[in-house]
């Protein structure tokens, strides 16, 4: 069982194609140059999922 860590202690992070985050603009950037903003109104669940 795993022990409890408060906080991001102990998580494990790595570089990824799928997405970027710019957080300086706010935004979630998807692969293919996707804004999630974009995307939201627009797009099913489905359709989000295969650019992944």
């Not at 790595?14 to 998807?30: F, H, K, M």
């Not at 293919?32 to 295969?50: F, H, K, N, R, S």
Request: proline letters at 4%.
């Amino acid at each position: 069982m795993a022990e409890f860590s408060p906080g991001l202690e102990g998580v494990v992070a790595a570089e990824t194609a799928v997405s970027e985050v710019d957080g300086a603009n706010g935004r979630l950037i998807y692969r293919g140059g996707y804004l999630i903003e974009d995307l939201v109104p627009v797009a099913t669940y489905e359709e989000v999922a295969y650019l992944l």
